[in-house]
Nanobody, 123 residues
């Protein structure tokens, strides 16, 4: 099973930006869709964004569309989430995930989870 390690979380002010990274332990993850989920206190884990193995088929939750951008660098086995115009509602633990499938990611297709990185949006 591939190991996923997130980084880049922290405290950011409303309207600010943050970039999350997720590095995989094996380059074979380059054949799989990957993405991000988040879980806020007292809430269920929810889908944020996903991307196909070749960088196509990017999908976003309605709540982050137009503000967040997902990308990947398969030469470095790394996934990114650029977060712009962040809002207090974006406060959550963000989890990186790798799918069993090449193009699609959903909770039921996740093969590997990262440990999560905390993002706090507050003034």
């Amino acid at each position: 099973q591939v190991q996923l390690v997130e980084s880049g979380g922290g405290l950011v002010r409303p309207g600010g930006s943050l970039r999350l990274s997720c590095t995989a332990s094996r380059r074979t993850v380059s054949n799989n869709a990957m993405g991000w989920f988040r879980q806020a206190p007292g809430k269920e884990r929810e889908f944020v964004a996903s991307i196909g193995w070749n960088g196509s088929n990017a999908r976003y939750a309605n709540s982050v569309t137009g503000r967040f951008t997902i990308s990947r660098d398969n030469t470095k086995s790394t996934l990114f989430l650029q977060m712009n115009s962040v809002e207090p509602a974006d406060t959550a633990v963000y989890y990186c995930a790798a799918s069993r499938h090449a193009m699609a990611l959903a909770t039921e297709t996740v093969a590997s989870w990262g440990q999560g990185t905390q993002v706090t949006v507050s003034s």
